[in-house]
Nanobody, 115 residues
Framework: QAQLVESGGGLVQPGDSLRLSCAAS????????MGWYRQAPGKERELVAA???????NYADSVKGRFTISRDNAKNTVNLQMNSLKSEDTAVYYC?????????WGQGTQVTVSS
């Protein structure tokens, strides 16, 4: 049974950095496209960053130049390095694994950016 577990969330101040990690188990990790999504209160869940099984990346315009997604296929993990955090980055961040037609989600980790 596939499982994704996020970690690394917390409360930080504007301008700070945070690194999220997602540990995957029960799936052939290297074959999956991985993504980080977020959902702020009252808003829809949105894609933040994604990395394909081949390592290609794409980012939401709002995080380009500040966030970096990476994966370690040997450790079955995908990370999101978040720099220069802003209050509008406050949300629950979710990890997603996709290999059509399969989709798996983690339980989410809260990121709060506040002074």
């Amino acid at each position: 049974q596939a499982q994704l577990v996020e970690s690394g969330g917390g409360l930080v101040q504007p301008g700070d950095s945070l690194r999220l990690s997602c540990a995957a188990s029960g799936l052939t990790f290297g074959s999956y496209h991985m993504g980080w999504y977020r959902q702020a209160p009252g808003k829809e869940r949105e894609l933040v960053a994604a990395i394909s099984s081949g390592g290609s990346t794409n980012y939401a315009d709002s995080v380009k130049g500040r966030f970096t997604i990476s994966r370690d296929n040997a450790k079955n993990t995908v990370n999101l390095q978040m720099n220069s955090l802003k209050s509008e980055d406050t949300a629950v961040y979710y990890c997603k694994a996709n290999l059509f037609p399969l989709n798996y989600w983690g339980q989410g980790t809260q990121v709060t950016v506040s002074s």
